[in-house]
């Protein structure tokens, strides 16, 4: 179902409540821009709250996922107040921090801070941003066609909207070094080699792959990978004592969710659970019946 356009991409809602992001301009390669980023934090603070919602895809239109910022010196288009530039810009220094604080880093932000899982389904070109907020995604699938890479440095630039990070993250600080120096781009099949994706795939396969992917996520259960997915990723910062005492807390939630009573339940009547009895309208199962409670 189609959900509507903004600016720069396109959403429509798939079955097992997957919202699907479709970067639209592919006369720029899906190039970005203020605008752009902006309708796209709103989009995911949107998806954020909003429980139809469990597992969100990104992919591009034409030859791109989405190939870095508009470099092109296009003047913005002025028509309207929804696509007037945002106040400032980078042409001073503060301008230059304000913009990459509160636009392009908040797109990064905003993917890591949303609790539904996320999928990059890149299609060819995932440059600079683009590259970026496929790393900031927690799951990639790549067409082999695919090309990605940082490359900032073949424009005198940096990965400003955190890209150093999250390729740290992925290749460590020796396998980051050699991969923004030397200003690689990679094919789908390298990425996956490196480890920068999860699944590359023949070109026309690659949505059937991210969606049965996102189905999969979909019918897990909701509550508890949510708080695993935070817990995850504060993990990789956090020491082995506040690792264990973020997973506790968290556990303290989710052993008593409707969810964890499904799972238990059917694992002594040895079935497949049905989870997310709340998210579909469904009687969830009885809360004073857990059954490690009683020592099942």
Known sequence: MHLGTRTGFDTRLEDSGILVVTFNRPETLNA?????????????????????????????????????????????????????????????????????????????TAIRNLDKLTIAAINGFAIQTGFSLALACDFRVAARSAKMGSATLRFGLLPDEGGQYLLVQHLGVAGAMDFMMRKRIVDGETAHQLGLVHEVVDDPDLMTAALDLARELADGPQMAMRMLKRSIYLAAEQTWAHSLEDIAARTAVTDFHADAIEGGRAFLEKRSPSFNAALEGREPPNADDIPWAHGE
């Open 32 to 108: 970005s821009n203020a605008p752009m980023k902006r309708d796209l934090v709103e989009t995911l603070t949107q998806a954020q709250m909003d429980d139809t919602i469990r597992v969100v895809v990104f992919t591009g239109a034409g030859a791109a996922f989405w190939a870095g910022d508009d470099l092109s010196g296009r003047k913005p288009d002025r028509s309207n107040a929804a696509m007037a530039p945002i106040f400032g810009g980078h042409h001073t220094p503060t301008g230059t921090y304000n913009g990459l604080r509160v636009i392009s880093q908040a797109v990064n």
